[in-house]
């Protein structure tokens, strides 16, 4: 990718699938820290209260006083009290902890709820290029806020059986936030993870992806390998803990899939 010609406001990414364990923590931190290496300034955002974003950078949920949720619920709350520098240069870190479960519930009754998350990110976005939403595994008013912030959508698709069941529900969701809340609402692309070459099984399921959306689909495929979590054990991205793995290439490329995506914008 060239250099930067400007800055900000940041694009606002959600990794999305209703579905656990398909790769959505993974690839917010990896793609945010490739992004990162080539110059952008990059926030993520961990919007699931199990932390499993802030785990992965070194930061223990459990022991965090203001997250993610004090900054939604809280009036007045300034950004920085939250924010968190990472390991990475030029990206920071909004955590979150458990404390976040109880906003899908007070969020209920608050008036325009599924925009809490857009109007808490708005005083951040002059300051970054990039925000990534790393989505809790569910449809419900966490996940519905985190698309009427974005302006794009990434979805982590695992290339093992049953990876398609559920798409059709998450597609209508995104129309649905599109029409209704959040017109500028884009797929960005579909992103296969957890491939292995090795088996036609995978390639099987990587060929109906393709058929069923296409030019969707980013080029890149993320590889099975136990380098990730690994990575999570050490608390940092792939690419600067296994910095010339095959896994830290994967992110790179997506990185400029993404970028490229935007100036064709
Ligand atoms: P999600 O956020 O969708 O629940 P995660 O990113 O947490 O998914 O991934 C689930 C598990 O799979 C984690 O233990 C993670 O380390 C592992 N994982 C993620 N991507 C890969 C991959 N490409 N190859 C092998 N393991 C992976
Ligand atoms: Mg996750």
């Not at 070194?58 to 939250?82: F, H, K, S």
Request: net charge negative.
């Amino acid at each position: 990718p060239g250099p930067l010609t400007e800055r900000g406001p940041a694009k606002i990414i959600a990794m999305c699938n209703q579905k656990g364990g398909v790769g959505k923590t993974t690839s917010a931190i990896n793609l945010g820290a490739a992004l990162a290496e080539y110059g952008r300034r990059v926030l993520l955002v961990d919007f699931d209260p199990q932390g499993a974003l802030s785990v992965g950078l070194g930061v223990n949920p459990m022991e965090l006083d203001l997250t993610i949720y004090n900054l939604l619920m809280e009036r007045g709350m300034a950004p920085d009290e939250v924010l968190l520098k990472t390991a990475v240069a030029g990206m920071d870190l909004l955590p979150s902890n458990i404390d976040l479960s109880a906003a899908e519930v007070q969020l209920v009754s608050e008036v325009a709820r599924e925009s809490t998350l857009q109007r808490a990110l708005q005083p951040l976005t002059a300051d970054y290029d990039f925000v990534i939403i790393d989505c809790q595994p569910s449809l419900g008013l966490l996940t519905v806020n985190a698309l009427t912030a974005a302006h794009k959508v990434i979805v982590p698709l695992e290339c093992e059986f049953f990876a398609l069941r559920g798409v059709a529900l998450l597609t209508e969701t995104i129309e649905k936030v599109q029409e209704r809340l959040n017109p500028d609402l884009r797929l960005d692309g579909i992103l296969a993870t957890m491939y292995d070459s090795r088996t036609v099984h995978s390639r099987e399921v990587l060929a109906r992806v393709v058929e069923a959306f296409d030019d969707n689909v980013y080029h890149t495929v993320i590889g099975r390998t136990v380098r990730f979590p690994e990575t999570t054990v050490a608390g940092e991205p792939i690419t600067t803990y296994a910095s010339n793995s095959v896994g830290a290439a994967a992110y790179r490329q997506l990185a400029r899939e993404v970028l490229a995506r935007c100036h064709a914008e």
